[in-house]
């Protein structure tokens, strides 16, 4: 019997019934779900749809053609150190790497579009060991499946939780000195090169996200590195507390970002998909209802 083991946290129902969906499509093998808590109404989900399940505190449950196994079992060790979503920039450029390669509006297998190891460290700008490490931790954590494939939404949620721009605001508009973005290398006109992007609202609704209300009032900007961001502050100024901004500016969660920008119509790159749904799901007011909502006219949806 061929075991497919799917490492998660605490499952929820609603994360089941995910998991349910997730390996229906997968192949040969037994699904097994590996949780340290599966409370009993995940459990209900996971038997009816034939998944196994271990909860780490002392439960397993196994059906494959014949063989039922249900049964108390020795608890795991309760000092076990948990795995964590890999730290910093590596773990987050990866995740975004892969999501990005999911969610292409492209009917080709996975193999066809994934990108390789290096293809990603060079994306993030990490090394090739950080960004091997990381996807090793993700198929640990059950993000993974066994060709690569980001396990979805699993993976876009995690990675939401160490989605973190750092907003400044600018007393003055990106495009007051029309020779600043030249100098900066912003590459608004070549998406080969790194560059800035468009983000937030304005880019939510390049990709036509409903409920987003358009480019209006001061756009968000994803630069590659803080020298960028530290001119940008020094030269247009910081609005004072209390005032509008002109523009808002950040340094973008991983150069993924920037190395992947996206030519949606409007008059500069627009962060990829992906990015503009993490940064609407940090939208507490009206992230969860426009994701929810939100099928892409172009790619597919991760999230």
């Not at 196994?69 to 450029?93: E, H, K, L, M, W």
Request: hydrophobic share 50%; aromatic share 6%; net charge negative.
């Amino acid at each position: 019997m061929l075991v497919r083991p799917i490492t998660r946290s605490v499952l929820s129902a609603g994360r089941a019934q995910d998991v349910v969906r997730a390996v229906a499509d997968e192949g040969p093998g037994v699904p097994v779900v590996i949780a340290e808590k599966i409370p009993a109404a995940a459990r209900d989900v996971l038997t009816r749809a034939g998944v196994g399940w271990f909860d780490r505190r002392g439960h397993l449950r196994v059906h494959a053609g014949g063989l039922l196994i249900d049964a108390d079992v020795p608890a795991a060790p309760a000092n076990a150190p948990p795995v964590a979503f890999p730290s910093g920039r590596t773990g987050v450029g990866t995740a975004l790497a892969l999501l990005i390669a999911a969610s292409l509006p492209s009917d080709a297998d996975w193999a066809s579009v994934a990108p390789t190891v290096s293809e990603i460290a060079d994306l993030a700008g990490v090394a090739v060991s950080g960004a091997s490490t990381a996807m090793k931790t993700f198929r640990s954590l059950g993000y993974l499946n066994g060709d690569g494939r980001p396990v979805v939404p699993d993976l876009f949620w995690a990675t939401v939780e160490h989605w973190a721009p750092r907003w400044v605001s600018l007393a003055q508009p990106i495009d007051a000195d029309s020779r600043l973005a030249v100098r900066l290398d912003a590459n608004l006109d070549d998406l080969d090169a790194l560059g800035w992007c468009v983000a937030g609202d304005a880019a939510a609704a390049a990709w036509q996200a409903p409920t987003v209300g358009g480019d209006v009032g001061a756009r968000q900007w994803y630069v590659p590195s803080l020298d960028v961001l530290d001119t940008l502050r020094w030269t247009l100024g910081e609005s004072n507390p209390g005032e509008r901004a002109a523009a808002f500016v950040a340094v973008a969660p991983t150069p993924v970002l920037c190395r992947r920008r996206i030519d949606r119509g409007i008059d500069a790159p627009v962060e990829p998909l992906v990015a503009a749904a993490l940064d609407l799901a940090l939208d507490q007011a009206r992230g969860p209802e426009t994701l929810e909502s939100w099928a892409p006219d172009s790619g597919h949806r991760v999230w």
